[in-house]
């Protein structure tokens, strides 16, 4: 089937304004990721979903920011009051189970790139 | 220290050579091991995985994991101008969900 996808492919808004990017992760898997790239950086994770577990929210960086999951489908990610520094390529995962093994393999989103003016 | 270690690079191979990409994690209870190429402002796309030491061959590209050594590789037969790339080397801990990622090795193969 489809990949994961992303919306919108790019988004541009002035600071302190509320942003709300959208995953649809492939048909059927489990666990959905979400990681932040800054520009020349590596991948910074963010929120972790597992089926119907309660997520790992230990990478999101502040209280501004937020998730959410409708079941085992699209995810939103939600950046409230924008700073200039949140600037990156937000990028969406997901894979079969999430729990280990040769299925666990994480397939990427085209990104969703936020510029904070 | 990081948990996974990439050498930043660039790494410059001529066109036709081997590249060969290091990692090195410091959780010795890792299990899974990816590698991900990701071009220019693209997203990460998967290579190639490894669970067992040793080596596995996929086409041009073998991966080689040493736990003992805490040691990932990746080996890149005849390289491609195509091949030029950041190369992410992306490591988990088994029962667990969360990837470490390496910062990423830019990749250089000239024509």
């Known amino acids: 089937g489809a990949g994961v996808s992303q919306s919108p492919s790019n988004k541009v808004t002035e600071k302190g304004k509320d942003v709300e990017l959208r995953c649809d992760p492939i048909s059927g898997h489990t666990a959905l990721y979400w990681y932040r790239q800054r520009l020349g950086q590596g991948l910074e994770f963010l929120i972790y979903?597992?089926?119907?577990?309660?997520?790992?929210k230990s990478g999101l960086p502040s209280d501004r920011f937020s998730a959410e999951r409708t079941g085992e489908s699209v995810s939103t990610l939600t950046i409230q009051r924008t700073q200039q520094e949140d600037s990156a390529v937000y990028l969406c995962?997901?894979?079969?189970?999430?729990?280990?093994?040769?299925?666990?393999?994480?397939?990427f989103g085209p990104g969703t790139r936020l510029l904070v003016l | 220290q990081k948990e996974v270690e990439q050498n930043s690079g660039p790494l410059s191979v001529p066109e036709g050579a081997i590249a060969s990409l290091n990692c090195t994690y410091s959780?010795?209870?890792?299990?899974?091991f990816f590698w991900y190429r990701q071009y220019s402002g693209k997203s990460p796309e998967l290579i190639m995985s490894?669970?067992?030491?040793g080596d596995k061959e996929d086409g041009r590209f073998t991966a080689q994991l040493n736990k003992a050594s805490q040691y990932v590789s990746l080996l890149i037969r005849d390289s491609q101008p195509s091949d030029s790339a950041t190369y992410l080397c992306?490591?988990?801990?088994?029962?667990?969900?969360?990837?470490?990622f390496g910062t990423g090795t830019r990749l250089k193969v000239l024509a």
């Open positions: 992306a490591v988990m801990t088994s029962g667990t969900y969360k990837y470490i």
């Open positions: 959780d010795r209870v890792s299990q899974s």
């Open positions: 979903f597992q089926g119907n577990s309660a997520p790992d």
């Open positions: 490894i669970y067992s030491n």
């Open positions: 995962a997901s894979s079969l189970a999430g729990a280990g093994g040769p299925w666990e393999t994480q397939y």
